[in-house]
Each structure stands twice: as C-alpha cells, then as structure tokens.
C-alpha cells in the first residue's frame, strides 16, 4: 500500500512532463510550419491543422490544373493570352525615296516639207504670153493652197517648146508668160510679192518630154 502511494506522484509528475512536452513540440511544429512553403501555404498552415492541411494542399493542386486548362483553351480557340506580356511597338523603318529627276525633253526640230510642183500647170499658145480664159482656174489653185498655207512660197517658172522658134525667141517668150503670171497673183489675186519668185527657162528644159504643145507653160513649184 506504500509503495502505491509513492508511485502515484511520480506517475502524476511524468504525465505533466509527457503533456508539457507535447504541448511544446505542438508549438515547435506550428511555428516550424509557419515559416515552410510559399505565402499562400503559409496562410493556409496558420488557419488550418491537422490533416485539413492536406485537403487544402489537394485543392490549391486542383486549382492550378484548372488555370492550365484554361490555358490550354485559349490556346485552342486561339484567344490572346491575357497573362503574356504586351508585344513592343515595332520601330518603323524609315524608306528613303531618292528624288524623282524630270526626263531632259529635247525639243524636236521640224521636219520642212520638200519643194513640189503643183499639178496644173497654165499652158500658152504658140509664140503668146497672153493668159486664156481657160487657164485662169488653174492660177486660182495655186492661189487657194498659198491661201490655206500662209508661211508657203512659190516659184513660178515659165517654158517654150523647142519645136517653135529660136532659143532666144522661145527664152524671152518664157520670161513674159512668167511673169504675166505672178502679176496676175500679185495684182488680181492679193499674194504678197515676197512670197512669190519668178524664173524662166526658154527652150532648154523640156518638163513634158513626150509632149510639145504642153512645154509651153507655167509650172508653179511650192516652198512649204
């Protein structure tokens, strides 16, 4: 019987060592958890104990592989990541455009028309140089196309068959119809003197070979 009632107060002492001590690994174990894992872990440790701890470890697993689904969705659908950082403005290059030169125009010299001779000529009978009646529509052709082209000129230049007469009669037979001719331009007509020049050529230039009678004539030739 003594020695029981020496045993219960060492059994007392040892319990209340026993429960001091697991009270202070309890508060070692709290303050250890409270300074383990991340700021959100930590959080969670100081609100929670026990096996609790675990659930909420469970549930914050879950939660990010929710956020990598949702990741992978965007992806999918091909929606802008809202968590990628913002792309940088593209410096713009600048294009240097070398100065546009004008083509060098060279002015192109005009190209004159070359002398013709008009295709109606005034005939004459032999040994006159009196203009016919029949023959004053042909000057009045000549005198429309000086008409028509102001900065023209014209050489009216007389002849004689080689058939009629001598050299020097049929020459200056070819110097009066001539000049009867660019009279009747000058007076009757209104062409400026200095637009039209006269020669003459007797009976040493034949311009109808094949034909006599017409060498007695005019020939109007026009300087464009």
Not at 98 to 115: C, D, L, R, S
Request: positive net charge; contains cysteine; aromatic residues 6%.
């Amino acid at each position: 019987m003594k020695i029981k009632f020496l045993l219960l107060p060492i059994l007392a002492g040892v319990l209340s060592l026993s429960l001091n001590a697991q009270d202070i690994k309890t508060a070692n174990k709290q303050e250890r958890c409270s300074t383990c894992g991340t700021s959100r872990d930590s959080v969670l440790l100081q609100l929670n104990s026990g096996e609790e701890i675990i659930v909420v470890k469970r549930s914050a697993q879950q939660l990010s592989v929710s956020q990598s689904n949702m990741a992978k969705r965007r992806k999918y659908f091909d929606c802008p990541d809202i968590l990628a950082p913002a792309p940088r403005p593209e410096t713009p290059s600048i294009v240097t455009t070398p100065p546009t030169i004008a083509p060098t125009v060279t002015p192109e010299t005009p190209v004159k028309a070359k002398p013709f001779f008009l295709p109606d000529p005034v005939f004459f009978r032999i040994n006159k140089s009196v203009i016919d009646n029949s023959e004053w529509a042909k000057i009045e052709l000549a005198v429309d196309h000086l008409t028509k082209n102001p900065g023209a000129t014209v050489v009216v230049t007389g002849y004689a068959d080689k058939k009629t007469g001598s050299a020097k009669i049929n020459l200056r037979l070819s110097e009066q119809r001539s000049n009867a001719v660019a009279k009747a331009l000058e007076e009757k007509y209104g062409i400026s003197k200095n637009r039209i020049s006269v020669n003459w050529k007797g009976d040493g230039l034949q311009p109808f070979e094949f034909d006599n009678d017409k060498n007695r004539a005019v020939l109007f030739l026009i300087n464009p």
